[in-house]
């Protein structure tokens, strides 16, 4: 069990790592650079975005004979967060003969790479991609590739190199069968350290002389323990915000706890009304779990960000950050989503909709965190539309995002739910241009009581992503979009 203060240990090409003495913010992206010299892996932009610095880190499989692998954005996860699991550089695809992985000799092959800077982070998503696709769809290629930025090759001799790569089908799958042995030596405790009082001791990862400490518990009562003990501790999920605030406003919070090996937060649960999804639930498993059911909320989950974003993103992280653009919100508020806040030992149920109290503000109490999503499943006549509106398609900040659910109950819509995000301080309802729909048939709604219900519910501000003119029109047009197949029905 890896409880040793100040040390860091992982599995990288079957031999353990440890990782001493570093700080609790070092990037995996500085540690495999300036430490291990695997200087393949680039850094671009240093906020997850370009992908040059793809990596793989993978866990035991739930039968324990086997790694799964997520591609990862490494310059925006921190090095702490590795302890127990393993990692694939883009040096390790070399097999021992010297020969190269299919992906790199066909991208080669296929002229795919020009000046070089971003092919290893392409090589090591294509990679990811078919450890678990032996044979993508061009759709699916394409979405892996969706967070690696070229600006020098163009992407159809990539795309075409993929397509080469994987007719060799016994080749694309990794050996990492000498790490699975490796990865049990080092996995974390999966039950709290008690004192012999029977109280809780969370074991910190690392421990600085100034008693600042990175923790990674395993079980939601250490969680709750140490919120209570120590409130002002920075939550570590997906680490797609605190990475940007460790690399762009060098910020050092006192006390870090990563949520991502606490097996209660990463579970899914349903009933025949419901999913309730832990907080450590990654948002790619939450657009795979909800695709069938609402595939337009599972569209905007896809542009959220690129895999390696959304591999590690969580839910329960998106709704807690509470940025006025989060895009997963206005399509939970439309559905009725609620959360469980928890404090201690005690649970209380709030509706998303009513959790925020202003900008980047909400109801939680000191100590108190998210430990699950609930998600109620769609009833029978329920119509769900759901829309994001970016300057660019794919993997960019939102200007709206609009979300509506709703029945038709003699030809009128009936049940109501609006919401957006981008038109306020925080993703919230609009209960007045709900009132302008509620009881009217679709062909009774008018552009201008929209247009009224809009500029009554809001206060007009322009932005950076876009004027309020434009907003305010984009607001209206995608509730009258939504609403228009029920026209055409009707």
């Given at each position: 069990m890896?409880?040793?203060?100040?040390t860091?240990r992982?599995?990288?090409?079957?031999?353990?790592?440890?990782?001493?003495g570093e700080?609790?913010?070092t990037?995996v992206l500085?540690y495999?650079?300036?430490?291990l010299?695997?200087?393949?892996?680039?850094?671009?932009c240093?906020e997850?975005?370009?992908?040059?610095?793809v990596v793989?880190v993978g866990?035991?499989?739930?039968?324990?004979n086997?790694?799964?692998?997520?591609p990862?954005?490494s310059?925006?996860?921190?090095?702490?967060?590795?302890?127990?699991?393993?990692?694939?550089?883009i040096?390790?695809?070399?097999k021992?003969?010297?020969s190269l992985?299919p992906?790199?000799?066909?991208?080669?092959?296929c002229?795919?790479?020009?000046?070089?800077?971003?092919?290893?982070?392409?090589v090591?998503?294509l990679?990811?991609?078919?450890q678990?696709?032996?044979?993508?769809?061009?759709?699916?290629?394409?979405?892996?590739l969706?967070?690696n930025?070229c600006?020098?090759?163009?992407?159809?001799p990539?795309?075409?190199a993929?397509?080469?790569?994987?007719e060799?089908?016994?080749?694309l799958?990794?050996?990492?069968?000498?790490?699975?042995?490796l990865?049990k030596?080092i996995?974390?405790?999966?039950t709290?350290?008690?004192?012999?009082?029977?109280?809780?001791?969370?074991?910190p990862?690392?421990?600085?002389?100034?008693?600042?400490?990175?923790?990674?518990?395993?079980?939601?009562?250490?969680?709750?323990?140490?919120?209570?003990?120590?409130?002002?501790?920075?939550?570590?999920?997906?680490?797609?915000?605190?990475?940007?605030?460790?690399?762009?406003?060098?910020?050092?919070?006192?006390?870090?706890?990563?949520?991502?090996?606490?097996?209660?937060?990463?579970?899914?649960?349903?009933?025949?009304?419901?999913?309730?999804?832990?907080?450590?639930?990654?948002?790619?498993?939450?657009?795979t779990?909800?695709?069938?059911?609402?595939?337009?909320?599972?569209?905007v989950?896809?542009?959220?960000?690129?895999?390696?974003i959304?591999?590690?993103?969580?839910?329960?992280?998106n709704?807690?950050?509470?940025s006025?653009?989060?895009?997963?919100m206005?399509?939970?508020?439309?559905?009725?989503?609620?959360?469980?806040?928890r404090?201690?030992?005690?649970?209380?149920?709030v509706?998303?909709?009513?959790?925020?109290?202003?900008?980047?503000?909400?109801?939680?109490?000191a100590?108190?965190?998210?430990e699950?999503?609930?998600?109620?499943?769609?009833?029978a006549?329920?119509v769900f539309?759901a829309?994001?509106?970016?300057?660019?398609f794919?993997?960019?900040?939102?200007?709206t995002?609009?979300?509506?659910?709703?029945?038709l109950?003699?030809?009128?819509?009936s049940?109501?739910k609006l919401a957006y995000?981008?038109?306020?301080?925080?993703?919230c309802?609009?209960?007045?241009?709900?009132?302008?729909l509620?009881g009217?048939?679709?062909?009774?709604?008018?552009?201008?009581?929209l247009?009224?219900a809009?500029?009554?519910?809001?206060?007009a501000?322009?932005?950076?992503?876009a004027?309020?003119?434009?907003r305010?029109?984009?607001?209206?047009?995608?509730?009258?979009?939504?609403?228009?197949?029920?026209?055409?029905?009707a």
């Open positions: 890896t409880q040793v203060s100040n860091v992982f599995v990288l090409d079957s031999k353990i790592v440890e990782a001493q700080r609790r913010t990037t500085d495999l650079r300036e430490q010299q695997r200087t393949g892996t680039k850094e671009g240093a997850g975005d370009c992908g040059a610095c793989m866990e035991l499989n739930a039968a324990g086997g790694v799964d692998y997520v990862v954005n310059c925006i996860q921190l090095l702490p967060t590795l302890d127990g699991k393993s990692v694939k550089t040096e390790s695809l070399k021992a003969d010297g992985h992906v790199q000799d066909e991208m080669i092959k002229h795919g790479s020009q000046c070089g800077f971003c092919t290893p982070g392409i090591m998503s990679v990811n991609l078919v678990v696709l032996p044979s993508p769809s061009r759709q699916q290629i394409t979405d892996s969706s967070g930025l600006r020098c090759t163009g992407y159809t990539i795309i075409d993929a397509f080469k790569a994987v060799k089908k016994s080749e799958k990794l050996d990492d069968h000498a790490d699975v042995a990865l030596e996995q974390r405790a999966h709290p350290t008690l004192t012999l009082d029977g109280d809780i001791i969370v074991q990862v690392v421990r600085t002389k100034k008693g600042n400490e990175f923790v990674s518990p395993a079980t939601l009562a250490e969680v709750a323990d140490y919120l209570l003990k120590n409130p002002t501790t920075t939550l570590l999920a997906g680490s797609t915000e605190i990475g940007l605030q460790v690399n762009k406003k060098f910020s050092r919070p006192e006390h870090i706890m990563y949520l991502g090996n606490v097996a209660e937060l990463r579970q899914v649960t349903e009933t025949a009304q419901a999913w309730r999804m832990g907080a450590a639930v990654s948002l790619t498993q939450v657009e779990l909800i695709a069938k059911a609402y595939p337009d909320f599972a569209e989950l896809r542009r959220f960000g690129s895999p390696p959304r591999s590690t993103a969580t839910l329960a992280g709704i807690a950050n509470g006025p653009i989060g895009d997963s206005p399509c939970l508020m439309a559905l009725g989503a609620s959360l469980v806040l404090r201690g030992d005690k649970k209380r149920k509706l998303l909709e009513n959790f925020y109290t202003g900008m980047k503000k909400n109801v939680m109490e100590g108190e965190f998210i699950a999503v609930e998600l109620p499943k769609p009833v006549g329920q539309r829309h994001k509106v970016s300057k660019r794919e993997q960019d900040i939102s200007a995002c609009a979300a509506i659910s709703y029945t109950q003699g030809g009128k819509l049940g109501v995000n981008g038109l306020a301080p925080s993703p309802r609009a209960p007045k241009l709900e009132a302008v509620e009217k048939s679709p062909t009774a709604v008018k552009a201008a009581d247009d009224a809009i500029t009554a519910s809001f206060t501000r322009d932005g950076l992503r004027t309020w003119a434009y305010a029109l984009v607001a209206r047009n995608l509730v009258i979009d939504f609403i228009e197949e029920q026209k055409e029905v």
